[in-house]
Nanobody, 125 residues
Framework: QVQLVESGGGLVQAGGSLRLSCAASGRTSSRYAMGWFRQNPAKERELVAAIDWSGGTTHYVDSVKGRFTISRDNAKNTVYLQMNSLKATDTAVYYC??????????????????WGQGTQVTVSS
């Protein structure tokens, strides 16, 4: 079992930046692929970014390309989401997700076995 805890959410003005962190604990000796998802009320949870276990392959939803960066520090069992040039449309609860690693990255919510509790990001316009 792996436990995931997100941090770093908050309220920011449009154009500002936030960095989310996701710390993993438990069975962290295995290799895990990771993802960041977000969800607004009345909308389905959507992928924001994904990263393979080595950090060498990443994927972004089109709406955040060039603004968000996913990265990981395996020595610290932590995954990050750097969010720049934030827009009001980025407002959502952001979730960290993990699964045992395979080839490449994983894009669907059903691909992931482990989820954090979520952290709220609110961007004021």
């Amino acid at each position: 079992q792996v436990q995931l805890v997100e941090s770093g959410g908050g309220l920011v003005q449009a154009g500002g930046s936030l960095r989310l962190s996701c710390a993993a604990s438990g069975r962290t000796s295995s290799r895990y692929a990771m993802g960041w998802f977000r969800q607004n009320p009345a909308k389905e949870r959507e992928l924001v970014a994904a990263i393979d276990w080595s950090g060498g392959t990443t994927h972004y939803v089109d709406s955040v390309k060039g603004r968000f960066t996913i990265s990981r520090d395996n020595a610290k069992n932590t995954v990050y989401l750097q969010m720049n040039s934030l827009k009001a449309t980025d407002t959502a609860v952001y979730y960290c997700a993990g699964r045992l690693a395979g080839p490449g990255v994983f894009l669907r919510t059903t691909d992931y076995a482990y989820w954090g509790q979520g952290t709220q990001v609110t961007v004021s316009s």
